[in-house]
Nanobody
Framework: QVQLVESGGGLVQAGGSLRLSCAASGRTFSSSAMGWFRQAPGKEREFVAV????????LYADSVKGRFTISRDTAKNTVYLQMNSLKPEDTAVYYC?????????????????WGQGTQVTVSS
């Protein structure tokens, strides 16, 4: 069992930055890939980024590549999403998720555990 709690969301102006955190509890965190997804009002949940169990591999959605950085601190059982150069279209509820295996991809069905989400609002 893994429990995930996101934090760090808020209101920021376009061009600004935020860092989201996802604190995980449970023994499987250190062996699981961790992902970030987001859902804007009226839209489906979409993939943002994923990091492998050891932090050695990452994958990003094209829409955030070069602006967002995913990282993890196994000692702290925490995964981060550094978001720079934010745009109004980045406004959404951001969710972290734990995958079944050591690596994963953009397919949300491959993620077993989900956090409750944190709101990010980017004003123009």
């Amino acid at each position: 069992q893994v429990q995930l709690v996101e934090s760090g969301g808020g209101l920021v102006q376009a061009g600004g930055s935020l860092r989201l955190s996802c604190a995980a509890s449970g023994r499987t965190f250190s062996s699981s890939a961790m992902g970030w997804f987001r859902q804007a009002p009226g839209k489906e949940r979409e993939f943002v980024a994923v990091i492998s169990w050891n932090g050695g591999s990452t994958l990003y959605a094209d829409s955030v590549k070069g602006r967002f950085t995913i990282s993890r601190d196994t000692a702290k059982n925490t995964v981060y999403l550094q978001m720079n150069s934010l745009k109004p279209e980045d406004t959404a509820v951001y969710y972290c998720a734990a995958a079944r295996g050591a690596w994963s991809d953009s397919d949300s069905s491959k993620y077993t555990y989900w956090g409750q989400g944190t709101q990010v609002t980017v004003s123009s």
